[in-house]
């Protein structure tokens, strides 16, 4: 059965999955905190602050004068809570679903290093796997590759051109 190994990403648990589907034995490896940067940096956390300010904001700066409310209230450290228990969730889940259900795919704690195309050092330890791109195929298609701007209102593009 061949090896694949994976820098531990948000899209990497899908790529998990499918990689221990197609009958391969799949290892992440992780240096940091699990969970990658969508979940605890990147888009997870930040949309959750977005769509609390965003929320805070149509309450206050809405136009209508039919709509009237008492003044709401506002805790920058209950933001914070809300966000670290969500980021916290996620990690969990994502763990869970993945890893310990799935015994075709193990997480390694450590700092991966190449020392070849094929072998990867990790914790002592030396993984060689198949190369995943090197056997397939498919080309990478950037017409379709999306992009987001998080303005407001937001901004979205796909494909190469404006
Ligand atoms: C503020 C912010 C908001 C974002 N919002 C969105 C959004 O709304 N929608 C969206 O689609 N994308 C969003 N993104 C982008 C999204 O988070 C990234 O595109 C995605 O996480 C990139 O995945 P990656 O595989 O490149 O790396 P990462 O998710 O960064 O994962 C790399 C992981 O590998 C580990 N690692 C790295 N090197 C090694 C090593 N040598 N050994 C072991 N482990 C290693 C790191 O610790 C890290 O956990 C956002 C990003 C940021 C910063």
Same mark, same amino acid.
């Given at each position: 059965?061949?090896?694949?190994?994976?820098?531990?990403?948000?899209?990497?648990?899908?790529?998990?999955?499918?990689?221990?589907?197609?009958?391969?034995?799949?290892?992440?490896?992780?240096?940091?905190?699990?969970?990658?940067?969508c979940?605890?940096?990147g888009c997870i956390?930040s949309k959750?602050?977005?769509?609390?300010?965003?929320?805070?904001?149509?309450?206050?700066?809405?136009?209508?004068?039919?709509? #009237? %409310?008492?003044? $709401?209230?506002?805790?920058?450290?209950? =933001?914070?809570?809300? @966000?670290?228990?969500?980021? /916290?969730? *996620?990690?969990?889940?994502?763990?869970?679903?993945?890893?310990?259900?799935?015994?075709?795919?193990?997480?390694?704690?450590? #700092? %991966?290093?190449? $020392?070849?195309?094929?072998?990867?050092? =990790?914790?002592?330890? @030396?993984?060689?796997?198949? /190369?995943? *791109?090197?056997?397939?195929?498919?080309?990478?298609?950037?017409?379709?590759?999306?992009?987001?701007?998080?303005?407001?209102?937001?901004?979205?593009? $796909?494909?190469?051109?404006?």
């Amino acid at each position: 059965m061949n090896l694949w190994l994976l820098a531990q990403v948000e899209p990497v648990w899908l790529a998990a999955i499918k990689g221990a589907e197609l009958g391969f034995r799949v290892a992440i490896i992780e240096k940091g905190i699990i969970g990658g940067t969508c979940v605890n940096i990147g888009c997870i956390p930040s949309k959750t602050l977005i769509k609390m300010a965003k929320t805070k904001c149509i309450f206050e700066k809405q136009p209508f004068s039919a709509i #009237t %409310a008492k003044s $709401i209230s506002f805790s920058w450290p209950k =933001v914070l809570q809300q @966000k670290d228990n969500l980021v /916290n969730k *996620l990690r969990k889940s994502k763990y869970k679903e993945v890893i310990t259900s799935n015994e075709n795919i193990i997480l390694l704690r450590g #700092t %991966a290093n190449f $020392i070849d195309k094929q072998t990867i050092a =990790v914790a002592g330890r @030396k993984i060689t796997a198949e /190369n995943a *791109l090197t056997n397939s195929n498919k080309v990478l298609d950037l017409t379709v590759l999306p992009q987001v701007i998080f303005t407001e209102p937001q901004v979205a593009t $796909i494909g190469v051109t404006e």
